[in-house]
């Protein structure tokens, strides 16, 4: 992740009256795909909006491409697709003519919006409903529609706001596939803001996850998802406690765990320990080691442990006096 | 359905302004209001009434005698007179008639709509400010007045000068054009902006409907009532339709009543505050919706 950021955020804070929404964020957003997670009201929503100029932070500053985010209308408009959490139903319109109407909406003229929603459509899987109007679309060919929305104007980045939340399994592995088709075959960045944490897993490689207002995590996702170096999974058969006692002796940590009513434990091997010099313990104890598997955490683990650990945000009206009276105008 | 598995095609192509975008605003309301069938009914009704004139001037070129008098007991005059009567003003405000009813059941599709399911939010997510979907939103109101007021009014002037051989009659009455779309323009100006602010709070079509009446009708009898119980003219000035005619008609110089010729002034001060009105309320509902949809 060497290249330019396209976005850029520097101590940015944003309140709605005297609630804040977003705390002091600092981050470099670099092309790619990236994951947004965290609970409701962790200021995922709002920062999108920050980001798609419909909000003016109310303190920090905010670039896009390198341009202050007040400068960057045109900037977001030419490079940046969004696709809404909610639908916007616009009434009595086909699903040809929403998209091509969000096209016009970038800039794109009327028959260049048209021919280009044609082929978005064919490309999301919706060629053959592209005329029925869009208030009779199921939800997952809503979602869709949304995507073909974005897309159609060949943005570098995607803003997607939850986009397989309420799909059943089949609509959600089918707008999946969309997505990495997106980002492999077509080169696309993804800002992916969701709380569906497997979809990050399977779509992203960088994550920033937000817990009321802040950012308690903005890094690559694999060492997130990798267990602790030397962390094992075990289950064995015979006389256990004598074998578990000379391996805390030996400096193994070990956490004992009853599983479906198996003799089990989480070990942590010290460095220079393998697994061979674990199962010739376990012979000269007379253990029998049924399975040792690698510890392997989910993302969902590791955000809640995170929001856990990270301290509470200071109340409003905790904060310094002068950094709410800063004016908007000095946010760019 | 399975994936269209077809290959990702990029687009290049130059993007053009938000000014440009907020046409395209324009352009779907339109198609939205038309789409609804019951707004062809008012439509047909205005249609009718300039199908009538049509068919009048035609038969007052063509059959002089049987055409004038029917024109003269219609009390249309095709050729402003030295009295100033002029019956293009007269078509406009029966048109008008027929756009108060339009506006009253389209203002839903119009704006709405958008307000009770996040067309706003699709609409501002695109990049435009506030003020690009309010002026495609006002243009598309502006659009559906003047095809019913201002383009069938022009066509019976033109039409009146295509059917006679008098080529001073274009010359004379140019100002029939610019008193038309001056009128119109009153129309779009004040009608438009109290309709999107009404749309904005109100969203659906009976208490739009409702509330648009009562602003522009029921507000007539009451001033009406008071004038004829206090014998003051200037309660006249609470019947906000009354106050559009007295407006739109200093653009054509003709006052029927002296009187409003008096009241003009105070009509066009009620109404430019009216529509000030109008247009910071529907300022703070997006400005709100924004922050909060």
Known sequence: ?332 | MPIDVARYHGWNGTLRGPWYSALAVTRTTLRQVFRRKVLWVLLALGLFNFLLYFALIYASTQLPRVGDRLLERMDFVVRPDAQQRNGYLRFVEQQGLVVMMLLAFAGSVIIGADFRQRGVAFYLAHGLHPVHYLWGKWLAVAVLLALVTALPALVLFVEYGLFTTDWDYWWQNRAVVSSVLGYVLVMAVVLGVLLLALGTWLHKTVPIAITWTSLLVLSGAVAGQLTRSTGNRYWLLLNLWRNVRVVGRWFFGYYPRPEDRLLAPWAALILGGLTALCAALLWWQLVRLRRWD
Request: glycine share 10%; with cysteine; proline share 6%.
């Open chain 1, 1 to 332: 992740m060497g290249e330019v950021p396209f976005v850029q955020m520097d101590q940015l804070t944003h309140r709605y009256g005297t609630t804040v929404a977003l705390q002091e964020v600092s981050l470099a957003l670099r092309p790619g795909t990236i994951g947004l997670v965290g609970n409701n009201g962790a200021g995922k929503s709002t920062l999108l909006k920050i980001l798609l100029g419909m909000l003016r932070p109310t303190q920090g500053r905010v670039q896009v491409f390198g341009v202050p985010l007040r400068r960057a209308r045109d900037q977001l408009r030419r490079r940046f697709g969004y696709m809404a959490e909610a639908t916007a139903v616009l009434p009595l319109l086909k699903g040809v003519e929403y998209v091509a109407l969000s096209g016009q909406l970038y800039g794109m003229t009327r028959r260049q919006a048209f021919r280009r929603a044609h082929e978005v459509l064919g490309y999301v899987g919706l060629g053959e409903l592209r005329y029925r109007r869009v208030d009779e679309y199921s939800r997952g060919n809503l979602q869709r529609l949304k995507l073909a929305a974005a897309l159609v104007h060949d943005p570098e980045v995607l803003l997607l706001d939850e986009p397989t939340n309420g799909l059943d399994p089949p609509g959600r592995e089918a707008m999946l596939a969309l997505l990495h088709d997106l980002i492999g075959q077509g080169g696309k960045s993804v800002l992916l803001c969701t709380h569906l944490l497997g979809d990050v897993e399977r779509l992203c490689r960088h994550v920033v996850m937000l817990d009321r207002g802040r950012v308690i995590y903005d890094g690559p996702l694999a060492p997130l998802l990798q267990g602790q170096q030397g962390q094992w999974e075990l289950r064995w058969r015979g006389p256990g406690e004598p074998w578990l006692a000379w391996l805390r002796n030996q400096g193994v940590q070990v956490q004992p765990s009853q599983n479906n009513h198996q003799a089990a434990a989480v070990v942590v091997l010290p460095t220079d320990w393998d697994t061979r010099r674990l199962f010739q313990s376990a012979l000269e104890h007379q253990v029998v080691i049924q399975s040792l598997v690698p510890v392997e955490r989910n993302l969902e683990s590791v955000f809640l442990q995170l929001a856990r650990s990270s301290p509470a945000p200071p109340r409003s009206e905790e904060l310094p006096a002068q950094q709410l009276a800063e004016v908007a105008d000095d946010a760019d």
